[in-house]
C-alpha cells in the first residue's frame, strides 16, 4: 500500500444525503461534492504509510463510546473574507462530542499530530473558488432553516482519500461499532 490519506468520520444516511442535495445550487464559482462523498469527519489523520495505517487501526478499535441520534440543521461557510467552503451543520448533540473526543485522544496517544482547530461538526456541501462572499451569505441565509429528521448513528469508520482528478475518491478502510445505548 502506498501513502494514503486517512480520516476518521461518520457516514450518512441515504435519505439524508437525498435532502442534502437539494442545497447544492445557487453560488457560482461552486464545486458541488458527489453525494456518495458526504460525511461528518471526526478526525483528519493525513497521509500515512502501512505501519502508520494499522496504527490507526488498532488506536481506533479502542473507542467505546455509546450509540446516539444526529440531525443535520442550517448552512455555513468556512473563509470569511474569501469563503473556501459551503457546508450543512449538525445540530448539538452531546453522544457526538463525546465520540469525537474520543477519536482525538486514542489518535493523539498513538502519535498522530492532529488538527488543533475546535471540531466543528459538519458536512461539506461545496468547494469554492472565486465565489462572492454576498453570494455565499445569501446562500446561507436562504437555507438557513434546512434541518433533516435524526438519524441513528451506530458507527464510525476509518476512510481513505484518493485524490482523482475532479474529485476524491473515498474508500472505507475500518468500520467500528459503537454501543447500543438500550
Given amino acids: 500500500m502506498a501513502m494514503a ?10 435519505a439524508v444525503r437525498d435532502a442534502l442535495s437539494t442545497l447544492q445550487n445557487g453560488v457560482d464559482g461552486a464545486r458541488w461534492r458527489p453525494i456518495e462523498n ?14 502508520k495505517f494499522n496504527d490507526a487501526i488498532d488506536a481506533l478499535s479502542q473507542v467505546e463510546a ?9 448552512t455555513g461557510s468556512f473563509g470569511e473574507r474569501k469563503p473556501r467552503a459551503v457546508w450543512a451543520g449538525v445540530k448539538n448533540e452531546p453522544g457526538l462530542a463525546h465520540l469525537q473526543s474520543k477519536v482525538e485522544t ?9 488538527d488543533a482547530r475546535k471540531f466543528t461538526p459538519h458536512v461539506t456541501l461545496a468547494y469554492l473558488t472565486g465565489a462572492r462572499r454576498d453570494d455565499v451569505l445569501q446562500y446561507c441565509a436562504a437555507n438557513e432553516l434546512f434541518s433533516t429528521a435524526p438519524f ?9 482519500s484518493q485524490l482523482g482528478a475532479a474529485v476524491s475518491h473515498y474508500e472505507i478502510e475500518a468500520s467500528y461499532s459503537l454501543s447500543s445505548s438500550k
Avoid: N
Fill in 152 to 160: 441513528c448513528v451506530q458507527e464510525f469508520h476509518l476512510f481513505s
Fill in 66 to 74: 455509546p450509540a446516539f441520534d444526529l440531525a443535520l440543521a442550517g
Fill in 5 to 14: 490519506r486517512l480520516f476518521v468520520a461518520l457516514s450518512i444516511p441515504d
Fill in 106 to 114: 486514542v489518535l493523539r496517544r498513538a502519535g498522530f499530530d492532529l
Fill in 38 to 51: 458526504f460525511h461528518i469527519t471526526l478526525a483528519f489523520v493525513g497521509e500515512a504509510d502501512r505501519h
